[in-house]
């Protein structure tokens, strides 16, 4: 296994115990006034892996490849997130990561160095990309877990 796969799999891992702890009525609460819940950031991971997993195989298979941005608050909303119970989100949010640990598990050597743009930002590289999905999995994570809820 490639050594990033290693990573993604146990960063994965020690998100998901953290994530496990949280409980429906923490998870219900804004941690910021007209912020989002630990349910749309929860909701914002799912959006986020499902994202940047179909980047990663396109700009694997696909030379030049240059995807759009998106608009994170219409997804979370759209999604409804803030209405759907905890556990099922959870559940979304470990059945996409697993997929996309696979996926990153399956990945040749020499599709890390490929290059893909996503427009307006300078090109990266698929190890590049990857590592900052990761860091931005532990970032949200570290929110649900460490910032107090308003009531
Ligand atoms: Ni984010």
Redesign the pocket.
Known sequence: MNPLAREFWSRMDAAEQKLSLVSEEDARQPLRPDGWSRKE?LG??VD?ACINHVRIVFATTLDGYECPKYD?DAWVVLHGYAQVPWPAILDQWRARYTWMAEMVTNLPDAALDRQFTITGFPPTTIADWINDCLQ?LD??VHQIVTVPATT
């Open positions: 950031i914002h991971l986020s994170q931005h970032h949200h």
